[in-house]
């Protein structure tokens, strides 16, 4: 499949009501599971890789393996580095040949937000690089198990969503093809039941011309992915849950075998628990037979 820029990719999604699912990819097993749910649900797809998640495959590892998943598969496929702290890993991502990053600049102030990312996306427009920025701060609560350090006190706390008006500004002086927003998500397993401040969405949507994203997809309800595709989310963050409904079924696999478990049928069983896990993610965002 030829090269499809995230940015026409989440353009479609708007345009036509459904939301691209993004998914965390540590792995080649990951990767497998999840293009074969796209191809077969005729789905786009974006496989990502965080910053966060170097430290279990480090970045010049998994590149040559996901541009290969690119180019090869039958289906429009995007690769984007998630969650892109550091400069470095943004520009070594472009290099490395992601067509799309992530620039997290969320835990610096407003002005320094703005200032670093509209540099990334500088440069990202040389080498045709879609940029996702994020304004606000979609919280990572610790017992979350969301490899973060918030304190759960922060999960209500309002003062970290999006504002509407400065997003409108933030699109406009960074030059960024795609917005993640906050308003009631949070990244990990939800503590409670979320509640979503879908009004600031429309509100977000209103003032930002460009697709918006959802982090923290794991645990909402068909309602909230519905209700939030509606007022213009066109890209969804999926990882938690995956990561833990596949390690569920592996264990149950397990328990089950007496005799002996060679790895490479856990390989197996792996691609296909990934790509069943996704196959559902792709009808629940609409985006099944949209590709
Ligand atoms: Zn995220």
């Known amino acids: 499949m030829p090269n499809v820029p995230m940015k026409e990719m989440l353009q479609d999604a708007a345009a036509r009501g459904y939301a691209v699912p993004c998914f965390n990819a540590i792995n080649l097993d990951m990767i497998r599971g999840i293009i074969q749910a796209a191809e077969e649900e005729n789905s786009p797809v974006i496989l990502c890789h965080a910053e966060i998640h170097f430290k279990y495959t480090p970045l010049e590892q998994i ?4 541009v290969a998943a690119m180019n090869n598969a039958k289906v429009p496929v995007s690769i984007l580095l998630d969650h892109g702290k550091s400069f470095s890993a943004t520009m070594k991502a472009m290099k490395l040949g992601f067509n799309a990053v992530m620039f997290d600049g969320s835990e610096y102030n407003y002005e320094d937000n703005v200032q670093r990312t509209a540099e990334v996306v500088k440069i990202a427009r040389e080498f045709d690089v879609s940029v996702e920025g994020e304004l606000g701060y979609v919280t990572r609560p610790v017992s979350g198990g969301a490899e973060g350090a918030d304190d759960d006190s922060i999960i209500d706390d309002t003062s970290y969503y999006t504002d509407p008006e400065q997003a409108g500004e933030f699109v406009e002086r960074t030059g960024v093809d795609a917005l993640a927003v906050a308003f009631g998500t949070v990244h990990g397993v939800y503590l409670k039941k979320p509640n979503l401040d879908i009004h600031r969405l429309g509100q977000i949507r209103d003032n930002v011309a460009v697709p918006l994203v959802m982090h923290g997809g794991s645990g909402l309800s068909e309602v909230d992915f519905s209700d939030s595709i509606h007022q213009g989310i066109a890209k969804i963050n999926y990882y938690t849950n995956m990561a833990l409904k596949v390690s569920d079924k592996l264990r149950e ?31 629940m965002f609409g985006s099944h037979q949209k590709a």
């Open 63 to 66: 590149a040559p393996i996901m």
């Open 253 to 283: 696999q397990l328990i089950e075998k007496q005799e002996h478990v060679f790895y490479h049928d856990i390989m197996m069983s792996t691609i296909h628990e990934f790509s069943e896990d996704a196959r559902q993610v792709m009808r």
